[in-house]
């Protein structure tokens, strides 16, 4: 393991990797490990937000004596949003790196986004798989070429929305890299009433400011998924504060008309996402009446919730009649970038 005695000039330690880690006694050590193994890791912050199991013992087991990790304890759960910050406000490195719990580095990431020029925040390619796959990771990893390209605010916007009969909008999955001097010039920070959508906020929002946001196709960011994560279980209310953060960069923000456009187009998206999620809610927790009640009093929110009923059955009809849709790929691995797939 490579440790800050013996790194190379060439390998400038310079990055923060940022944890925020709930219930994560499993995981939290393949993720840190894999941060402390690249040469250019200054720092490793993880934040235990609250956890019922022993994350935090776990995290500090993990420690490889370089003196580069700190492990901090929240005694309640305040959000990934409030962890990140908290994390970025005692860290001191120029570059920022997100890492969540569940998932880890592959070797050679830093160095190789690190490599690129004229970026605020760069991002490279994400291998989603399960943990099966993840034993045999990084030898399962397709070598893309960077073909680096910038992601603008319309492409990014549009990369967030659902579609159906399609993959789920994924561009706001990107973990990239983020200049420090980039949030502090603009006070940018994670919006901490934010349990859902926090980092497509942050990066909406530094897009809005001028952001340079590149993106390159090679693999370094594995993704564990998992049918109980915590990204995949949010509140009905989460839609609400996602949608009316969308309104909130639009009131304070001065765009184009395209720009503009695109983040009504969104806005419009969660909050019929929330619309029927509330629909149903209150159908389930006050019975019909309360929900019909709800529809002849927001008559706007009629064809969201229609539109999602008919989603709903008409997904289940299929899948009752199809094999279930796994990961794709062999030996469940997939990429969110590729030269055919998921281009904004």
């Not at 994560?24 to 912050?45: G, H, K, N």
């Not at 908290?86 to 570059?95: E, G, T």
């Not at 909130?248 to 395209?258: K, M, Q």
């Not at 199809?322 to 797939?341: A, C, N």
């Amino acid at each position: 393991m490579t440790t800050a005695a013996n790194m190379t000039p060439a390998a400038k330690p310079e990055v923060c990797v940022i944890i925020a880690a709930k219930d994560a006694q499993a995981t939290i050590a393949r993720a840190i490990a894999s941060a402390l193994r690249e040469p250019e890791t200054a720092e490793v912050i993880v934040v235990d937000d609250g956890s019922a199991d022993e994350t935090a013992t776990a995290a500090r087991h993990a420690d490889d004596q370089s003196g580069r990790l700190t492990v901090i304890r929240f005694e309640s759960n305040r959000g990934p949003a409030a962890a990140r910050n908290h994390a970025i406000s005692v860290s001191r490195s120029p570059v920022l790196a997100v890492l969540d719990a569940d998932d880890f580095f592959l070797p050679g990431r830093l160095g190789r986004l690190l490599c690129e020029k004229d970026w605020d925040f760069i991002a490279d390619n994400i291998a989603f798989m399960d943990e099966a796959a993840a034993s045999a990771a990084p030898a399962v990893i397709d070598h893309f070429p960077p073909q680096p390209r910038n992601l603008h605010l319309i492409d990014f916007v549009d990369g967030n929305i659902s579609r159906r009969n399609a993959r789920r909008g994924e561009i706001g999955f990107l973990k990239p890299l983020v200049r420090r001097d980039f949030l502090e010039g603009h006070s940018i920070r994670y919006r901490e009433t934010l349990r859902l959508g926090e980092d497509y906020d942050l990066y909406l929002r530094a897009l809005a400011k001028g952001a340079r946001y590149k993106i390159i196709h090679s693999c370094g960011y594995a993704a564990i998924v998992r049918s109980n994560s915590l990204s995949g279980s949010h509140r009905t209310e989460d839609l609400k504060r996602l949608y009316e953060a969308d309104r909130n960069v639009l009131a304070v923000t001065s765009l184009d008309r395209e720009a503009t456009a695109a983040i009504r187009r969104h806005e419009r998206h969660v909050r019929g996402r929330y619309q029927h999620r509330h629909f149903l809610d209150l159908k389930n927790q006050q019975g019909a009446k309360a929900a019909i009640g709800y529809l002849l009093r927001k008559p706007e929110a009629i064809a969201a919730v229609t539109m999602g009923i008919l989603a709903d059955k008409t997904e289940r009809f299929r899948h009752s009649r199809e094999e279930p849709i796994g990961l794709g790929g062999s030996g469940g691995l997939r990429y969110l970038l590729s030269d055919t797939v998921n281009r904004p």
